[in-house]
Every structure is written in structure tokens, then in C-alpha cells.
T-cell receptor, first 110, second 112 residues
Framework: GQSLEQPSEVTAVEGAIVQINCTYQ??????LSWYQQHDGGAPTFLSY????GLEETGRFSSFLSRSDSYGYLLLQELQMKDSASYFC???????????FGIGTKLQVIP | KAGVTQTPRYLIKTRGQQVTLSCSPI?????VSWYQQTPGQGLQFLFE???????NKGNFPGRFSGRQFSNSRSEMNVSTLELGDSALYLC???????????FGQGTRLTVV
């Protein structure tokens, strides 16, 4: 089966940098995705890593190490609107079989 | 392009009843996945449909079922509702070959 671990809560200061880690155990790994979900909202796609390394999209970056079964989401220049839950998700099995972690609730404080 | 539409948004049912939820994917998306979201459990995968065929299934009891129509719209059905089925049910659609899933706003089901 698949399992993912990520911290349940993280607090960071506005303007700072925060890293949300995700470790996974899975068979048939295809890639690691990250989603953001604000309270009461739908999850929205942030990034996808299929290969080792860092992918950068504006203030957000995502990293993957397949050999370590580990990835992280890096948020820079934190803004209050970044307060949300962040989910890592493993794509396995070739088709759209996606397993999500329990999510990390990020609170950005002034 | 319209987003993923789920109906109804809110639903209250009694234990033992059954319920059907609907999901209309983004036009052109043929893959539709369903998830159950509860506090502390994250998003748990229910099943995924592509071209009217169920390709993947999560670890949920047989009371949870789904189907997809030729226009890619999907429905999920839960029979013999239990209190523990109270959750936000999300559907997501994906364009063929893409890894980016687009989620609907969900249906919040409350079982009393």
C-alpha cells in the first residue's frame, strides 16, 4: 500500500520562509504532487515532481529525492493568504491513483 | 472554461438511507476521481473512472459505488448510510495524461 507522512501543523511569520516535508512509502511511484486547500475551499494544484530535484514556481518550490522517498514544499516571502492546508500526494499505479497525506495546516502570523 | 461542478453542495441524510452525489468534470477531461475528506484523515481515495470504466478503487466498503456516463459526468452512491460517512466528498477531474487534478467544491454530507 501507500503511506505518506507530513507534519500536522506549522506556524511561520509573514515574510519568512517555511519548508513542509513529506516522506512516503509506496510501490510503483510515478511522482509527488502538492496541493493547497484553504478552509472551506477546494484543493488546488501547486506542483508535481516526477524526477529528482527542485521545481520552482514563483514563491513556491518543490523538491523530490526518489532515493530517499522524500520531498518538500518551500514557501518563500510568506503572506497571510498562504495560511492554508498543504497536502502532498503520491501518484502510483500509472493511472490517476493518487494517495494524499493528511495535510499540514500552515498558519502565517504577523 | 467552467470548473468542476459538484451537486448538491450540502446534504443531510438519515442513517440507513442512500445518497447519490453528482460531479460534472471540466469539458474535455475524461478522468474523474472521488475522495472522502474528514478531519484528521485527509483526503482518502474512493475510486477513479475513465471513459465509463473504473480503473482504480480505494479501500472503502462495497456500500460506496460509482459510475461514469458517456459525457464523463460521474455519480457516486453510498447505500445504508452510517454516521461515520459524514464527510466532505470531493471529485477531481484530469485531462488525459496530466498529473494536475482540478477539484470541485465538494458535497458536504451529514448523516444523522
Amino acid at each position: 500500500g501507500q503511506s505518506l507522512e507530513q507534519p500536522s501543523e506549522v506556524t511561520a511569520v509573514e515574510g519568512a520562509i517555511v519548508q513542509i516535508n513529506c516522506t512516503y512509502q509506496t510501490s510503483g511511484f510515478y511522482g509527488l504532487s502538492w496541493y493547497q486547500q484553504h478552509d472551506g475551499g477546494a484543493p488546488t494544484f501547486l506542483s508535481y515532481n516526477a524526477l529528482d530535484g527542485l521545481e520552482e514556481t514563483g514563491r513556491f518550490s518543490s523538491f523530490l529525492s526518489r532515493s530517499d522517498s522524500y520531498g518538500y514544499l518551500l514557501l518563500q516571502e510568506l503572506q497571510m493568504k498562504d495560511s492554508a492546508s498543504y497536502f502532498c500526494a503520491v501518484n502510483s499505479g500509472g493511472y490517476q491513483k493518487v494517495t494524499f497525506g493528511i495535510g499540514t495546516k500552515l498558519q502565517v502570523i504577523p | 472554461k467552467a470548473g468542476v461542478t459538484q451537486t448538491p453542495r450540502y446534504l443531510i441524510k438519515t442513517r440507513g438511507q442512500q445518497v447519490t452525489l453528482s460531479c460534472s468534470p471540466i469539458s474535455g477531461h475524461r478522468s474523474v476521481s472521488w475522495y472522502q475528506q474528514t478531519p484528521g484523515q485527509g483526503l482518502q481515495f474512493l475510486f477513479e473512472y475513465f471513459s465509463e470504466t473504473q480503473r482504480n478503487k480505494g479501500n472503502f466498503p462495497g456500500r460506496f459505488s460509482g459510475r461514469q456516463f458517456s459525457n464523463s459526468r460521474s455519480e457516486m452512491n453510498v447505500s445504508t448510510l452510517e454516521l461515520g460517512d459524514s464527510a466532505l466528498y470531493l471529485c477531481a477531474s484530469t485531462e488525459g495524461g496530466s498529473t494536475e487534478a482540478f477539484f470541485g467544491q465538494g458535497t458536504r454530507l451529514t448523516v444523522v
